[in-house]
């Protein structure tokens, strides 16, 4: 498999990152997406949230966490005390990964594989270039591989605030967001992803738990 390094410009900012990320064919996700679903959010954020891939209304409109767990997601950061206006969102996987169901055309969801993740990744590493967050939050499990690596598992580490990106283990290429010193007292948490929370059993105690687990984001930029 190829990978997005190809693709992606040195030394651009994010409005560049985006425009280039459109022309992205380094694997084959881009065949049955839509588009490209890059990222929202300020180069200025405190809070950089990492999810997994675009879902099916984000890939027809082009932007991340504006389908049902996106709303849920917005829900629970306003909850949380954390600004909206600080958070900056995107995924691991840039293009939606689906199968179709049956014979109709609805579009069922897909889990990125590992060399799906690491092909996509430079596109990740090079947002980390640009931003300098004080807390980087990775939304369930495939966010957590695409920062941490294969080993991660969130179920062990949610909820826990933890250095960036010295615990991450050997993730070097994140250096880059530290390189001028700059996001040196970065933190990393793990949580849930949203779409979690609408799969539960309950809902209203999964909800809990994602609320308090950015409430420790919430509470790391306060202090």
Known sequence: MTSAA?????????????????????????????????????????????????????DRRGEPFVGPAGKLLDRAIEESGLDPAQTYTTNAVKHFKFRMAGTGKRRIHQTPDAAEITACRPWLVAEFGVLHPDVVVALGATAGKALFGSAFRVTKSRGVLMPWPDSAGDRAAFEHAGE???????YALATIHPSAVLRADDREAAYAGLVADLRVAERALAG
């Open 6 to 58: 190809d693709f992606v410009p040195s030394g651009a900012g994010l409005d560049q990152l985006r425009n280039a990320a459109l022309g992205c064919r380094g694997c084959h996700l881009y065949e049955g997406a839509t588009q490209t679903v890059f990222s929202k959010g300020p180069p200025t954020a405190r809070v950089v949230l990492v999810g997994e891939q675009p879902g099916d209304v984000e």
């Open 180 to 186: 001028d010193g700059e996001n040196a007292s970065a």
